[in-house]
C-alpha cells in the first residue's frame, strides 16, 4: 500500500477540458527503478486512464481495459463515452475483487463527452469505488493537495487557470514531501483530442 500513496495522481476539470497529471518515478520500496515512466493510456480519442498501484497490476489491467475499449469501437464504429468506459472498468474491478487474483490498482479516468462536450472526472479505488468528482488525487498528493483544489477550482475555469491550480499543487507537494517524484507528466482532454503539454517541473520552490 506504501506504493500507492508514492505515486502521484491528480485530476482536474474545467469548462471544455480534464487535466490528467501523473509522477514520472516508477518505484519499488525506497527505489527509483525509472525516471520517466508514463502512468496513462488513452483508452479511445477522448478517454484517457491514469493509475497507480503494484507495477504488474497495473500494466496488466491496464492494457486489459485498453484493449477491449478500442475493440468496442472496432465492432460498434463508434466510442464509449467517459462514463460508460468508467462503469465498465468499475465493473471489472468488481469482479477482480471477488476473484482469487485481485487487482491492487487505484484510477483516475477522465474524457469529454463528444456527444455533449462536457468534460468529466473518476475516481476509482482498487476495491472498486467509483465517484463522479470535479477534482480528485491519489497517492500522497490527495493529503497535500485536495484542500489546494477545494480552494481555487471553480467548474467553469479555463485551461490556463486549470494548469495555475495545477503548479499550486506540484509546488506543494515538492515543498512537503522528503521523495523525489521525478516530475509530473501532464495530459489534457479535449474536443480534439488528448495530448501531452510541456510541463516544466525543474524550478526550485521556497520553503514554507
Given at each position: 500500500?506504501?506504493?500507492?500513496?508514492?505515486?502521484?495522481?491528480?485530476?482536474?476539470?474545467?469548462?471544455?477540458?480534464?487535466?490528467?497529471?501523473?509522477?514520472?518515478?516508477?518505484?519499488?520500496?525506497?527505489?527509483?527503478?525509472?525516471?520517466?515512466?508514463?502512468?496513462?493510456?488513452?483508452?479511445?480519442?477522448?478517454?484517457?486512464?491514469?493509475?497507480?498501484?503494484?507495477?504488474?497490476?497495473?500494466?496488466?489491467?491496464?492494457?486489459?481495459?485498453?484493449?477491449?475499449?478500442?475493440?468496442?469501437?472496432?465492432?460498434?464504429?463508434?466510442?464509449?463515452?467517459?462514463?460508460?468506459?468508467?462503469?465498465?472498468?468499475?465493473?471489472?474491478?468488481?469482479?477482480?475483487?471477488?476473484?482469487?487474483?485481485?487487482?491492487?490498482?487505484?484510477?483516475?479516468?477522465?474524457?469529454?463527452?463528444?456527444?455533449?462536450?462536457?468534460?468529466?472526472?473518476?475516481?476509482?479505488?482498487?476495491?472498486?469505488?467509483?465517484?463522479?468528482?470535479?477534482?480528485?488525487?491519489?497517492?500522497?498528493?490527495?493529503?497535500?493537495?485536495?484542500?489546494?483544489?477545494?480552494?481555487?477550482?471553480q467548474p467553469n475555469i479555463g485551461l490556463d487557470e486549470g494548469l495555475r491550480i495545477l503548479r499550486l499543487c506540484t509546488d506543494e507537494l515538492k515543498r512537503r514531501?522528503?521523495?523525489?517524484?521525478?516530475?509530473?507528466?501532464?495530459?489534457?482532454?479535449?474536443?480534439?483530442?488528448?495530448?501531452?503539454?510541456?510541463?516544466?517541473?525543474?524550478?526550485?520552490?521556497?520553503?514554507?
Open positions: 500500500m506504501l506504493t500507492f500513496r508514492r505515486e502521484n495522481l491528480i485530476g482536474i476539470t474545467g469548462k471544455d477540458f480534464t487535466i490528467i497529471a501523473a509522477s514520472k518515478a516508477a518505484m519499488r520500496g525506497a527505489t527509483i527503478l525509472k525516471a520517466t515512466d508514463d502512468k496513462t493510456r488513452q483508452l479511445n480519442k477522448h478517454t484517457l486512464m491514469a493509475f497507480s498501484g503494484e507495477a504488474g497490476d497495473t500494466v496488466q489491467f491496464a492494457e486489459y481495459i485498453e484493449a477491449n475499449v478500442q475493440l468496442y469501437s472496432m465492432r460498434n464504429d463508434g466510442d464509449l463515452s467517459p462514463s460508460a468506459v468508467a462503469n465498465f472498468v468499475r465493473q471489472e474491478l468488481a469482479n477482480s475483487l471477488r476473484s482469487r487474483k485481485p487487482y491492487t490498482v487505484n484510477l483516475l479516468l477522465g474524457g469529454l463527452d463528444p456527444i455533449t462536450a462536457r468534460p468529466s472526472l473518476y475516481w476509482l479505488d482498487y476495491l472498486a469505488a467509483l465517484a463522479k468528482v470535479p477534482y480528485a488525487a491519489h497517492g500522497y498528493a490527495q493529503y497535500y493537495c485536495l484542500s489546494i483544489l477545494d480552494k481555487h477550482h514531501l522528503p521523495i523525489d517524484f521525478k516530475g509530473m507528466l501532464v495530459k489534457v482532454v479535449t474536443a480534439d483530442g488528448v495530448r501531452e503539454l510541456e510541463y516544466e517541473d525543474d524550478k526550485p520552490v521556497k520553503s514554507a
